[in-house]
């Protein structure tokens, strides 16, 4: 409990760094939504011309963007360090942490929230409620999904960062990763076939982040629940144990900083 | 020999304008090859991109579904028409953050403090920074297109698709530097920008051709800039044909002249406003 | 003929103001500052001169009206024969301009490429071209350090770069903003070394802003000293001390660890053991007589007569000013 009660008031603090200025937060959670706004209003079009892309239709895909929007909105909000980890340890900055006597990454995460991901949580809540033709039975069931997809996420984020620990280049590449991953996230599963399809079930999981608790939301069933579940738990042993492998390396001394 | 007045300047000022023009281009080529790291992300991006979209409209033309525009789509699906605007897309350099940084930091002074102009400059390393990427990205599309084994385009369709991605890119720099200029006036040139950049997704048709639009929608944005920067181009890849061309390159032109001349004039207003106030 | 020469000139920033409180949804009140307040003077060609002041006196508001970057409220000013403000662009050809603060080069590329794109800004054409980037890097020692990405440099390696930007067209007048603001001392030494010889023999105008007075000292001939928006001091740097500290400062080293000297006007300051510094008010006492004394106290072993360090010179007109 202490660690969460040391966690919760990082991050609090992070939620009030970003809520300093007002005008830049209004700014980029607004632009956020409008932002989202836009998408939706394409895939409405894309749906008015062609009703449904394998299996599904324009409530299905807004299942999906409502479950990705709400997953980026919780891990920006509450876990926002892992959008530039990778820049951060680049930087040298862990080292302040390591004197420390808390856990490193839970720190590096919770040291930023980000604006924008207000904008996501809100829209994507609000897409949950309309659109998604979800019932009120369904909420033990989404919130069980978000848990899940938030984890695949945010662990798939500290692994591509903990690249940062390996090479330079992982800077702007580990930010590129998590890019793809939501890329992946945002279109309906049933298009990937073939090697696209094991690549958004392994190295970029969209298929764990959003199209699992999908098809478990639609289908609930112990077999849908125990991919939900089992995937949530492997990435983040995987998340963990890479991270604190690469924490190693840079505590001998093998990472260039600065 | 102490020079108390400036150099008389053997060749006349054109030829001067347009070798410095000529020098910031090649700058801003440089520049993006010095960078390279980031243009193998935004290589990469491409690809990703276009694995997941090609994935979704194969799909899509693959079902023929009755009852719905499926019919209007080529055999092959939409995947060369958004290769080419994607490449546009990703190809146009950010110079709006370039502008917003120097109009709002102050670096505008030692620009102002040379005989050439700022603007003329900055618009040469854009398009520079934009041919750098235009071709890697390119290079990075045709390698995609041989490796999955689709059918290419003819190859006049790669002759009209090339020179009407380059002017594309072009009036794609334009709108951007007119989002940059806003920085005289605005706080923070996001808004603008992501505005900007909506437009241009959905009436250039970033993601499927307009000429998918019902009829009034279409007609409306074939007459924008953002037709002109994204769409002109992937029809071409689709369908290619010269008369088409034509009209595209005429669009892009008419294009290119108004866009150049709004810019020179909102610029002038906002240099009144520095001059007068400081920066 | 005046390389510089300006009358009354005059800058008042107009800035909106939101009202307090409620009103303030509705109105503002328009405020002015009078950054510049009318001043006047003139610099001839070949001449170094520092402008100095404190922070937000208008050195800088001044420097940007004469490079024409700013128009002025009133007034009238010439610079190499161009109203600057209305003939910007004519008159870039022959000013070059050195900020402290701020890069002018492209800094992910060498420096070679920002100077051959100068060279095409400038219309330089290419023999004399060659020659003075030759000349300058070899002044500089930049030899190496012209095919590394700026960013990669040190802050006196970007400096000298800098420096050498700003040269290489050959300008007839250079504004130095802060020049060695953040240097080394071999750094600041390099360039004020510089100023003073490579600007003599190219016959080139000076103008210097500074907070380092040793900058002044070592460069310019001349200080013009601007506080609230006005000049207060206009002078030849030797005769400013003069005029503004009527002191001399006498250090003496010795056998004993303390010395005392006991004649009007002579002031005792902060010394170390064995090193005694003593301030002679020359209105009241003569050097000499002072000297004599402290020779007459035995086991003088070293003595240093020099004026005081501008800083006091310089702070002493701020206090001056201030106190008005």
Redesign the interface.
Known sequence: MNGFSTYAANVATAIRTSLMDRTNFILNSFGMVLNDVFFLVLWYMFFAGFRQVGGWGLHDVALLLGLVMVVVGISGVFFGGYRDMAATILRGEIDALLTQPKSVLARLLARESIATAWGDLAMGVWMLFTFAALSWSDLPLVVLGLVCGTTVYVSSAVVYASLAFRFAGARSFARDLTDFMLLFSSYPGSIYSGATKIAAYTLIPAGFVVLAPVAFLRAPSVSTLAIMIGSAVLYAAIAAFLFHLGLGRYRRGLVPTG | MPSTMPIARAEPALFGAVAAAASALGLGIRRNLANWPIMMGRALFYLVAMLVLSALWDKVAAQRLPGTLAHLLPAGGLTLYIGVTEWIALSVAAIHLRLEDDIRFGMLEPHLLRPKSYLVQKLAEAMGDSLGRLIGIGAAAVLALVLSGRAAPSPIAFVYVAVLGIFGTAVGVLLMTLVGLSAFWVRRVLPPYLIMQKALFLLGGLFAPISLYPGWFYHAAIVTPFAATLFVAGDQALAPSLAAFGRGLAAQLVWIVLLSGLIALVWRAGLRKVLREGV | ?A?VRVENLRKT??YARRKPGLSGLFASEVRHIEAVGGISFAIA??ERVAIIGPNGAGKS?TL?ML?????PSGGAAEV??FVP?KQ????????G?V?GQ?S?L?T??PAR?SF??LR??????LDTFRRRQASLVERFGLGDLLDQ?VQRLSLGQRMRCEIVASLL????LLFLDEPTIGLDITAKAAIRDFIREHAGA???TVVLTSHDTRDIELVCDRVIVINEGRIVVDQPTDQLRRLFLGHRLVTLRSAAPRLDIDLPGVKRRASEPHLSVFEVDTGVSRVDVVVQAALALGGIEDITIEDPPMEEVVRAIYDANSAR
Do not use: C, N
């Open positions: 003929m390389a920033y107009r060609e070949r508001t940007k490079s024409g970057i700013l128009e190499l024969g403000w910007r662009r004519a008159l870039a050809y022959g000013i301009v900020f701020r002018q492209w992910e590329l490429d051959a794109l095409r800004i400038y219309d330089v054409d990405p067209h050959g300008p007839a190219e016959g080139q």
